[in-house]
């Protein structure tokens, strides 16, 4: 069959590899779509992941599709099931999983192999996080499920209301799903973006209002002056992760609120908080990191009621054959063009 292949750093080419072949417990979907994600932009720049694998190795990790086989002891599932496997599954045995926080389990299983005709899914995540997809919700919808699932336990972990205020720095993929999710949830949106074309983007995805960066000496106080009593907003969340926003973070939300460090920093980041304003101010710091299976499903079911806008979220579509393009052109990203997320259509684009 034919897949993506990450070689190493900034290398990704289309390659003939073996055909997966179902085990115990595993099923194999002929893909029907798989999405850009900025994990995987990550990983191509870096040549390789410490958890997801290392090179050679299969690529992308957001897919929806049909299955063609299925491994001797699933039940659960049937030839033809149009189906979203998650990329990772807890083991729901270990310190982490048994406390409730799956998210950190010490025996995460990651899956990789998006980016191909046909991907082999584990027994685990078949067994725990893999969705059965409604015939009218479009593969390339269904796939949207992963990363909205973070956004969604992003979201959660704030404890976020609504009614409340939130602000949320940074209008990449995930601040603008973050963005949704507030506004569905009847929250009251600002958006901090950096760029022109990032402010109606902005509002398609919920935010009633937007800070622009660059037009402003002082973002922090620009910010906070859109805010009920220009007291700093119920709940921030910076979705940028540079040291710059997690300060702007913290001085953007109000006495007794949330901040919650969202976006992955590189390893060795260090900031600058003041420790008087955290104290006396009574602020909770949070952070949150990927997806349990329970949001999965509650990010599901978001997809599959129509209530999440998955047809704005898609701006581009190609077939397998424009993937090892498609990641240099996400480095290269053009000013003024709405790009988000790109469907990536093994069988053709339709």
């Not at 109606?200 to 620009?222: I, L, N, P, Y």
């Not at 701006?315 to 480095?331: C, H, S, Y």
Request: aromatic share 6%.
């Amino acid at each position: 069959m034919t897949a993506a292949v990450l070689h190493g750093k900034e290398d990704l080419r289309l390659e003939q590899v073996a055909m997966p072949v179902a085990g115990p417990g595993e099923v194999i979907v002929r893909v029907g779509a798989a999405l850009t994600c900025g994990t995987d932009l990550k990983v191509y720049r870096r040549g390789y992941h410490a958890a997801m694998g290392k090179p050679p190795m299969l690529f992308g990790h957001e897919l929806a599709g049909t299955i063609v086989e299925l491994g001797s002891g699933v039940t659960a599932f049937s030839l033809g099931d149009r189906v979203n496997p998650l990329n990772s599954a807890p083991c729901d045995a270990c310190y982490f999983c048994l406390h409730g926080q799956e998210n950190l389990c010490e025996d995460l299983l990651f899956n990789n192999g998006a980016y191909a005709e046909y991907a082999r899914i584990p027994a685990r995540i078949v067994d725990k996080n893999m969705l059965r997809v409604p015939d009218d919700v479009p593969f390339e919808h269904a796939a949207l499920t992963e990363p909205l699932a973070c956004a969604v336990r992003g979201f959660e972990e704030t404890g976020a209301k609504s009614g409340d205020s939130m602000i949320v720095i940074g209008a990449g993929p995930l601040g603008l799903m973050l963005m949704h999710v507030a506004e569905i949830a009847g929250v009251d949106v600002i958006a901090v973006v950096k760029r022109a074309d990032q402010v109606e983007v902005a509002k398609v995805f919920g935010a009633r209002q937007v800070v622009r960066v660059d037009e402003h000496d002082d973002v922090v106080a620009a910010a906070r002056a859109l805010t009920p009593g220009g007291r700093g907003a119920d709940v921030v969340i910076e979705a940028v992760a540079v040291p710059q926003t997690w300060e702007w973070a913290v001085d953007m939300v109000r006495k007794g609120g949330v901040v919650n460090f969202f976006g992955g920093p590189p390893s060795g980041t260090k900031v600058q908080l003041d420790t008087n304003r955290l104290h006396y101010g009574d602020i909770t710091l949070k952070a949150s990191f990927h997806h349990t299976p329970a949001t999965c499903r509650r990010a599901f079911g978001l997809v599959t009621s129509g209530r999440f806008k998955c047809a704005e979220y898609i701006t581009g579509r190609i077939g397998l054959d424009g993937v090892p393009a498609e990641f240099p052109r996400m480095m290269a990203r053009v000013s003024g063009v709405r790009d988000i997320k790109t469907a990536v259509f093994p069988g053709g684009v339709r």
